[in-house]
């Protein structure tokens, strides 16, 4: 399939030179044009023109970091005005429901938005098995799938645009939740004397594992918090946002994801 891409950053060129790997013909957007030897050696294109990215493709992937990001590129810019009918729109950033519901309403007649957030790391694009939860049309999804299952499985549709990234926020609240819980683990059996190395292994092995206490692993603790607030910081803030919007509160992994974000 033709695919068009919007978003180069770390997950955004994971998934591009994974969809590449499948055999799509797929055409990048890169802000001047800047060098991408991995994508390009893959077989991709690059363009410093937004509308060249979409002007030909069935789907495009838009994976811009945060919702403002997603209001100038893909709704404020017209970029859209140059999609063709029937091309399906995979939204795969991070934010509050209101933005992906306010691209959708933004599309012109012919082009369908899809709510297409995810989890998972570069090494879960190139093996094809990032989770994919999807909010929006399901002929549409049908039609992308081609694309999306090049670096997702499973692909779990939810209802309408919105939906995926509700469980989104959730799913990464629970992570800061779950992460800050980690560290103080961690810090609780170094402060006893405990090897950390050796206490991160007996707790992966046991009850109290889980997949965030294992990214600590070959990392310092306050090293690792500090790789993960440039994500953790806007995701939580965003579940906040969404939370208040439609009256919900989550006390306890609030009080647990309390050092993430602004609020």
Known sequence: ????????????????????????????????????????????????????????????????????????????SGVMGAMKPGVVVALHTTGTPDVAEA?????????TVLDATFSGTEANAAAGDIRLFVGGDEAALERARPVLSAYCSPIIHLGGVGAARRLKLINNLLFAAQVALGAEALGAAQALGLSVEKALEGLSLSS??????????????????????????????AARAAARAEGLTFPLMEAAAARWGSA
Do not use: C
């Open 103 to 111: 691209a959708a309403a933004a599309a012109p007649a012919g082009v």
């Open 208 to 237: 109290g594992g889980s997949f965030a206490l294992n990214t600590f692993k070959g990392a310092a603790i306050e090293a690792r918090l500090t790789g993960l607030a440039h994500y953790l910081d806007k995701d939580v803030d």
């Open 1 to 76: 399939m033709k695919v068009g891409w919007i978003g180069l950053g770390r997950m955004g060129e994971a998934f591009a030179i994974a969809t590449l790997g499948k055999g799509h013909d797929l055409i990048a957007h890169s802000r001047g044009e800047r060098p991408r030897p991995a994508l390009t050696s893959a077989g991709g294109r690059i363009t410093g023109s937004l509308q060249d990215a979409v002007r030909d493709a069935e789907v495009i992937g838009v994976g811009l970091f945060n919702d403002a990001q997603v209001r100038e590129v893909l709704i404020d």
